[in-house]
């Protein structure tokens, strides 16, 4: 009997030397650097298992042997699913730290930056060329609909969806803005307001004279005058497909088009541009001025008036201006470059902006 419990200690002692040296074989496996030489960005495709997870991983570099992989998996204490997509890996990453990694679900975030006052038809030709994304784009997307931000999206998010983000973005954007109006504003609606703040994105792109710009424009509004405005005129031509690459014509400010400010009174029918945050604030709220006149100061910013004669005196200051940079320019001796010019005067006497 005293032999036989000999054996069975023996026994046990043995499996628990056996098991003790395989736990720690193991933790010095598990814990032990990959042979990753570099961070690298590493896709784990849809529906893979633990076997085609190895094998990607182990083609990418990231793991040396595909069987610890699976061990590393089964032996967890606390598993959880790993969420497909794609991985920043570091290098030399442990199989501890990998298992750890692809079990938290922490993708890898893109981002895409859609600017302010860009048209609808240009942000969608950048989301078409956008990177990562898939699918082909059967959202109904018309001017003013989508927020010009950051976005974040991750690997085989769809173009739709991301799409789908920015309207519902605008929307929010505008709702807030439309609530917290100025009172009195010659607006019928929040789609007016769209409207309006699309406009000044295109006027200006210095913060401190959005509200100011805004307020001209209500002020024509209010006194149903022509309100007048370049780009309005501009989307008309191009309809939002690109730049114009040309300077207004007297054609064109005569022209019918419902887009042409300087021929028909009130806002154009529609939205000329994605308008961002600032813009949609400032032609809800927009400044207490009373001009109603703005021209380019040279300085590239504006020179606002209230009176017709002061209006005249800043686009005589403008043209010379214009001169004096042509007339630098021609005289620029060959191999120098010459400085751009600003753009011609429209051919209407006293238009509220240059």
Partial sequence: MLSYFRWVLFFVAMF???????????????NAPGPLDKTKNVVI????????????LQEEGVIAHTRLFRIALMIDPAPKPIKA???????????????????????VQRRLTVPEGVTTSE???????????????????????????????????????????????????????????????????????????????????????????????????????????????????????????RELTRADLQSTSPYNTYNVVGLPPGPISNPGR????????????????????????HAFALTLPEHNRNVARWREIQRERQEA??????????PVAAPAAPATPAPARQ
């Fill in 45 to 56: 495709p849809r529906g893979a298992g633990p076997v085609i997870m190895a094998k990607v």
């Fill in 278 to 301: 600032a813009s949609i604030v400032a032609a809800t709220n927009p400044a207490r001025d009373r001009s109603i006149y703005f021209v380019a100061d040279g300085q590239g910013g």
């Fill in 123 to 245: 942000v969608l030709e950048l989301v078409r060329k956008t990177e990562a994304l898939t699918g082909e784009i059967t959202l109904d997307v018309k001017e003013g609909d989508l927020l010009p931000e950051t976005y974040f999206y991750s690997r085989d998010d769809t173009r739709d969806g991301l799409l789908l983000r920015m309207k519902e973005a605008m929307e929010k954007t505008l709702d807030e803005a439309w609530r917290k109006r100025a009172p009195g504003l010659p607006l019928a609606n929040r789609r007016d307001a769209l409207v309006l703040a699309s406009i000044v994105e295109k006027e200006t792109a210095i913060p401190a004279e959005r509200a100011k710009v805004a307020a001209v424009f209500i002020n024509r509004l209010r006194r149903r005058m022509k309100l007048e405005s370049d780009p309005t005129t501009i989307y008309g031509i191009t309809g939002g497909k690109g730049p114009l690459n």
């Fill in 16 to 30: 628990a030397t056996l098991m003790g040296g395989a736990l720690f074989l193991g933790n010095t496996l598990l």
């Fill in 329 to 338: 320019a021609q005289s620029q001796t060959p191999g120098q470059s010459a």
């Fill in 85 to 107: 997509g794609e991985y920043e890996i570091p290098a030399h990453t442990t199989m501890r730290a990998l298992v750890d990694l692809l079990q938290s679900g922490k993708v």
